[in-house]
C-alpha cells in the first residue's frame, strides 16, 4: 500500500493544493467538485455527479469483478468547502483528497489481492452550513453502505473525539420604526426583542448540562441610532452531547423567542437549519484505526482523556446514526494556531499536513480492509452499531 500510495502522491498533492488555493464557499465549489470527480473516473470509478439536488456533490462507485450485489459495501467521505474569508482554514481540502487516497488505496488492495467488495466515495458539499450529507441520507444514498468513514485535520491526534449534535436558528423579529427622539412611543422596538432573547439564552444558561453550548451573534438591529429598528436578526447555535438533550432543549429556546416578542410588541419568524447529529463513535472501527495509526508512528492520549474535550459539530454525525462510522482527527503540526483560524490555512498547505494526511487515508483504507476480509470483526461493527 505504501508503494502506490507513493506512486498517487504528487497527483494528491496538485489536488489538494488546488482546491486550497482556490477557496469555495459551501455550494459553490463547483472547481473542486469536477477536480476531484474527474480524478476518480480517470482511475476507474463510476462517477455520478450533481446528485440529491446537489449541484457540487457526486458519488464515485467502484466494484470488483463478479461481485454479488449484496457485496460488502465500504464508503468514504470528502468535503471541499471553505469558510468565507479566510478559505481553507479548516483544511477541507485535505479532508477532499484523504477520501481520494483511502478509495484508491482500498481499490488498488482489492485487485492485488482478488477480494471481492464496493467501494462508495462521496462527494459532500456544505459541511460548514446546511450540510450536504443529510441531503444524501435523506434522498437513500447510504442505502446498502455498511460502513462509512472519514478523516479531520486538527493539532492532535484523536480517534475518540467528542463532536455535539448542533441546531443553528435564524431570529427575525419585525417591529414599527419612529424617531427615537420626537416620538419613541409610536415605534416597537425590533432590537428590543433581539436583546431580550439574548439576554434570556444568557439565562437559561445557569440551567443547562455544563457539557451544552448555547452561542449567539445580533447580526441587525437598525441602521441609526436616532431611528426605532422596525427589523433584527439573531443567530442562534445550540449544541449538546446528546440528540436527545438537543430535542429538550429546542423548546425551551422557542419558548424565548416568544417571549421576546410578546415582551416587545414585535411579531418574528424562525427559520431552522437541519440538525447535526452527535456523531456516534463505532469502537470496533475506532480501535482498529487507531492502532494502524500508533502504528504509523501517531501518539494517541487514552481514551478518556480524548473524550473530555468536544470538537464542535459535523453533519457526519448524521451518517453515524444511519451506518457505523468513525471521524477521527489527524495531526498536521500546525502549531501556529487551531482550525478555523489564518494561521491553521496556511498550515493545511504544508508538506507535513499531506504526509499526515496519506497517512491517516493508509489507516482508513486498512481499517476498511479489515472490515471487508475478517468477518468476525465485521460482525463486532454491525452489533456495536446495533447496540449504539
Not at 263 to 279: L, Q
Request: overall charge negative.
Amino acid at each position: 500500500m505504501d508503494q502506490f500510495l507513493a506512486s498517487e502522491n504528487d497527483s494528491l498533492r496538485a489536488l489538494s493544493l488546488a482546491i486550497h488555493g482556490n477557496p469555495e464557499l459551501s455550494g459553490s465549489e463547483h472547481q473542486a467538485s469536477v477536480l476531484l470527480a474527474d480524478h476518480l473516473a480517470k482511475q476507474g470509478f463510476s462517477v455520478s455527479r450533481n446528485v440529491c439536488g446537489m449541484e457540487t456533490a457526486f458519488v464515485a462507485e467502484w466494484v470488483s469483478d463478479n461481485a454479488a450485489d449484496d457485496v460488502v459495501t465500504v464508503a468514504f467521505l470528502s468535503e471541499y468547502d471553505a469558510l468565507p474569508g479566510i478559505g481553507h482554514a479548516c483544511g477541507h481540502n485535505l479532508i477532499a483528497i484523504s477520501g481520494v487516497a483511502a478509495a484508491l488505496s482500498l481499490k488498488n488492495h482489492i485487485q492485488s489481492n482478488n477480494l471481492n467488495a464496493r467501494i462508495k466515495l462521496f462527494g459532500t458539499p456544505a459541511e460548514e452550513t446546511w450540510g450536504g450529507k443529510i441531503n444524501f441520507i435523506n434522498a437513500g444514498a447510504f442505502k446498502g453502505v455498511d460502513v462509512a468513514m472519514m478523516v479531520h485535520p486538527g493539532n492532535v491526534n484523536v480517534t475518540w473525539a467528542k463532536y455535539l449534535a448542533l441546531s443553528q436558528v435564524l431570529v427575525q423579529y419585525h417591529g414599527k420604526s419612529a424617531h427615537a427622539a420626537s416620538n419613541p412611543w409610536e415605534g416597537t422596538n425590533a432590537l428590543d426583542a433581539s436583546v431580550q432573547a439574548y439576554n434570556a439564552m444568557s439565562m437559561l444558561r445557569q440551567q443547562m448540562l455544563p457539557s451544552t453550548r448555547i452561542h449567539a451573534v445580533i447580526k441587525k438591529g437598525g441602521e441609526a441610532a436616532n431611528v426605532i429598528p422596525d427589523f433584527s436578526l439573531t443567530e442562534f447555535m445550540m449544541r449538546t452531547e446528546k440528540l436527545a438533550t438537543l430535542h429538550d432543549l429546542i423548546p425551551r429556546m422557542d419558548a424565548i423567542f416568544q417571549a421576546a416578542a410578546d415582551a416587545t410588541g414585535c411579531t418574528f419568524t424562525v427559520s431552522k437549519d437541519p440538525i447535526f447529529e452527535d456523531v456516534v463513535i463505532n469502537p470496533a472501527l475506532a480501535e482498529r484505526f487507531e492502532a494502524y495509526a500508533r502504528e504509523g508512528g501517531c501518539s494517541f492520549a487514552t481514551k478518556e482523556v480524548q473524550m473530555a474535550k468536544s470538537y464542535g459539530s459535523t453533519d457526519m454525525g448524521n451518517v453515524t446514526h444511519v451506518v457505523p462510522g468513525i471521524h477521527p482527527v489527524f495531526d498536521i503540526e500546525c502549531t501556529a494556531g487551531d482550525i478555523h483560524t489564518n494561521e491553521f490555512r496556511e498550515g493545511a498547505c504544508s508538506e507535513a499536513a499531506h504526509k499526515a494526511t496519506i497517512r491517516a487515508a493508509k489507516c482508513l483504507s486498512l481499517t476498511a480492509i479489515d472490515f471487508i476480509s475478517d468477518p468476525e470483526f465485521r460482525k463486532r461493527v454491525v452489533d456495536e452499531f446495533a447496540n449504539k
